[in-house]
């Protein structure tokens, strides 16, 4: 593998080459582009040529506040970015169904990761402060390229202070152990180039779910309380779904765009509640949350078979 200046990962405000405070990448391997944004939830109709610049001044209000994501090949291995975004490191059992995948976050006010998956089931994670503390189905399954990575992954001593706080240069490091699994890295250059990109709505990626139970009774529940019922299609989705039938509901369906309206509704009044709160009143604000809440449990009951 080709070595990379990788310092652009961890830069700060003021660097010529700062991405952002919150960005993911997703490596997996085999999958074309378009295949593995659609594992992610890619929305196809709006497919463009986009920067990292660029994705980020689409984040308003009067556009939704989208969720995009990147493309680009690297070897046998599609390179996913999101620029400032997180969702990617919540994709990769989605991702790695049939292959294998592997997730960075950095998060500079939350917890910074790293995700590994091979078919459709996380092998290791942990927090990029924490190495010492993994989970995953194999947690000591990289152990020497996490060594080489240079992350300390033995159990912290109580009494040495020097491994009490973050590490340094953390995200370099989750990259360095990527290129390790993978044989590939992109560099600064490639990230931020003009990419095809799609906005993407994480409720179609079939992404294994949570909170399944007594996830029909609140979903009908909202779809009461929101009046929404004659909503084409989704009458007909729950009744599957009681019948113990798995529900796959794709974005340009009549139910899919609805769907994908309920979330932009969602992620309004979530964003808009720090961004531009005089754009939604307390009562709209509070009908997006429960769109939030019905697209969540929608979830939980179409996906019951992969829980």
Not at 24 to 38: G, H, W, Y
Not at 205 to 234: F, H, I, K, M
Request: aromatic letters at 8%.
């Amino acid at each position: 593998m080709r070595q990379h200046d990788l310092s652009w990962a961890d830069a700060g405000h003021g660097h010529p080459a700062f991405l952002s405070e919150m960005f993911a990448l997703a490596f997996v391997r085999d999958l074309t582009p378009l295949d593995a944004l659609r594992r992610v939830g890619g929305l196809e109709d709006t497919l463009a040529h986009r920067t990292p610049t660029e994705i980020e001044q689409m984040h308003n209000f009067d556009e939704g506040y989208p969720e995009v994501v990147s493309a680009l090949v690297l070897g046998e291995w599609t390179v996913l970015v999101q620029p400032n975004g997180y969702w990617l490191e919540h994709l990769v059992d989605a991702l790695s169904r049939g292959t294998e995948a592997v997730a960075l976050l950095r998060h500079d006010y939350a917890s910074p990761s790293f995700t590994h998956a091979v078919d459709g089931k996380v092998t290791t994670s942990f927090d990029l402060n924490w190495p010492e503390d993994r989970g995953g189905t194999d947690p000591d399954r990289l152990l020497p390229l996490i060594r080489e990575a240079a992350f300390d992954p033995d159990p912290v001593d109580d009494e040495d202070e020097s491994r009490l706080g973050p590490c340094e240069d953390v995200v370099a490091r989750a990259l360095r152990l990527t290129g390790l699994i993978t044989g590939v890295l992109p560099t600064h250059e490639q990230i931020t180039a003009p990419l095809p990109s799609v906005h993407f709505d994480h409720w179609f990626s079939r992404t294994r779910p949570s909170g399944v139970e007594d996830a029909l009774a609140r979903a009908t529940g909202l779809v009461a309380e929101l009046n929404v019922g004659g909503t084409p299609g989704l009458a007909a989705a729950l009744a599957a779904a009681e019948r113990g039938q798995p529900v796959v509901v794709t974005p340009d369906s009549d139910l899919g765009r609805h769907v994908r309206e309920w979330s932009t509704l969602a992620r309004r009044a979530s964003w808009s509640l720090n961004l531009e709160r005089s754009r939604m009143s307390d009562e709209e604000r509070s009908r997006g949350f429960r769109f939030g809440h019905l697209t969540q449990a929608l979830a939980a009951v179409f996906r019951a078979d992969l829980a």
